[in-house]
């Protein structure tokens, strides 16, 4: 079992960052904890929530059936032939949980191979991932819950580790339909034009409705220096537009911060919460202490999610030691309160945090601890609802079962899962704007940051000017 948990956004590559990394990263306990080129919240795995975005995504609306002339229609089997015994269950299949009708299974394991036009080309392995993936898919847990092969357990640990080739988009599902959940910054995909809530329509020309999630990361993915085509529509629009993106390795930061010109305000932004994430938030508090800032704007938008280890370190700035960071909820209905760590940095500054419809997992953690523990007001649109802590399980071949085994819950007990965040007070973003990123910031006057559009951000400053 890989170490940790993963909150997700959407479904492995839910958090998906297309491109090779995916999801959000995974910590050891006390709490759960992905995503990296598209990455597709990466939406957690084992012992606590995180992700990703992840995926946090999963299958498409199917195709619709084409209608065949009633000559094409083949009579069934049972016309043609005598139907094949039905196959009994394998002596060494383990008793434990076996649902009581499994030999239709084997039944139709046994049709399959007998009587499939193209059997030949078939691999064991083949039939043997695809039951798997049927499995999980058969929980409903859609966009969390995922069969993993061994390449994608492989991306999602470069994911993890910051390692990613692709566009630099978080891939995730809503409404039946694939979204980009977040875009990271400076990335391919944000320098093209791509936005967080932008629906996929197609890819180079091949429609997306057609595809299922992991079709479509392996359609967008690809190596750096080659294009891709995405046909998207941005968020209150309705106007299908083509997009190339030249695909990259992709750089994730993971903290960056500047002062917001003009003010003793310090804006810290927390990209995604992968390996080190507290760390260098901690790192960005203290040069910002240092260089005068009095208050500090925590801005989490688009932040997909990862580690949740790391969303309690980050939390745990800011709120004193016992403070209840998130809580932990069984499949029993059992919950477990998971405290603040000892040792604060900014523990008395004033604080805003920043969300938007990109803000997932691991991100929407800090946030609802913030809020609940009115540490100080949370602005921007409701998040993206991501409350499952994912546990990652290899299997004997490297492939792994990601499995939703638990829910987490604000430190009010709000359930997260699909609700996401709702802001103190909510602050749409024009639609023309783009949210200001530090190292804009730092290259601007202060009648620049006001002319910028940032509603959000201003609002913050607002606040922000009025406490200190």
Request: proline share 9%; hydrophobic share 45%.
């Amino acid at each position: 079992m890989l170490a940790g948990a993963l909150i997700l956004a959407v479904v492995f590559l839910a958090g998906l960052l297309v491109g090779r990394g995916v999801g959000s990263p995974t910590s050891p306990p006390p709490g759960p904890s992905p995503v990296a080129a598209i990455p597709s919240p990466t939406g957690a795995p084992a012992s606590g929530p995180t992700g990703a975005p992840a995926s946090d995504p999963t299958v498409t609306a199917p195709a619709a059936v084409s209608a065949l002339p009633s000559a094409a229609v083949s009579a069934p089997a049972s016309a043609a032939r005598s139907t094949p015994p039905s196959p009994s269950l394998p002596s060494d299949a383990p008793a434990t949980s076996r649902p009581a009708d499994f030999g239709l299974f084997w039944e139709a394991l046994a049709l399959v191979q007998e009587r499939y036009v193209d059997r030949d080309s078939l691999t064991d392995m083949e039939i043997t991932y695809g039951a798997i993936s049927g499995l999980v898919d058969g929980l409903g847990d859609t966009g969390h819950s995922v069969f993993l092969t061994p390449d994608e357990v492989a991306a999602q640990q470069d994911a993890l580790d910051g390692r990613l080739t692709g566009i630099g988009a978080l891939l995730g599902e809503r409404g039946g339909s694939p979204v980009i959940v977040s875009v990271i910054s400076g990335a391919p995909a944000a320098e093209a034009g791509v936005r967080s809530g932008d629906r996929i329509i197609a890819i180079d020309g091949e429609r997306a409705d057609r595809l299922t999630t992991e079709q479509i990361v392996g359609l967008v993915r690809g190596e750096a220096g080659t294009a891709v085509t995405l046909t998207v529509i941005h968020p209150a629009d309705d106007q299908e537009i083509d997009i190339t993106v030249v695909r990259a390795v992709i750089q994730v930061p993971t903290v960056t911060w500047a002062m917001v010109p003009g003010t003793d305000i310090a804006d810290i932004r927390v990209i995604q919460f992968s390996s080190g994430a507290a760390a260098a938030a901690m790192t960005a508090i203290s040069e910002a202490v240092a260089a005068g800032a009095r208050a500090i704007i925590l801005d989490l938008r688009s932040d997909p999610g990862g580690l949740v280890d790391e969303a309690i370190g980050l939390a745990s700035q800011f709120l004193p030691q016992g403070s209840v960071v998130y809580q932990r909820q069984d499949a029993d209905g059992v919950t477990t309160p998971v405290p603040a760590r000892p040792d604060g940095l900014a523990l008395e500054l004033p604080m805003v945090v920043l969300v938007d419809q990109g803000t997932a997992s691991s991100a929407e953690i800090v946030a609802g601890a913030i809020a609940d523990n009115e540490r100080g007001p949370v602005i921007g649109v409701p998040t993206f609802g991501t409350g499952t802590v994912l546990n990652t399980f290899e299997l004997s071949d490297g492939s792994a079962v990601r499995l939703g085994v638990e829910h987490w819950l604000t430190p009010d007990g709000d359930l997260i899962f699909d609700n996401g965040i709702t802001p103190d007070e909510e602050v749409e973003l024009p639609a023309e704007s783009i949210p200001l990123e530090p190292g804009d910031i730092a290259a601007l006057d202060p009648a620049a940051v006001t002319a910028s559009g940032d509603s959000q951000l201003l609002r913050a400053v607002a606040i922000l000017t009025e406490e200190l």
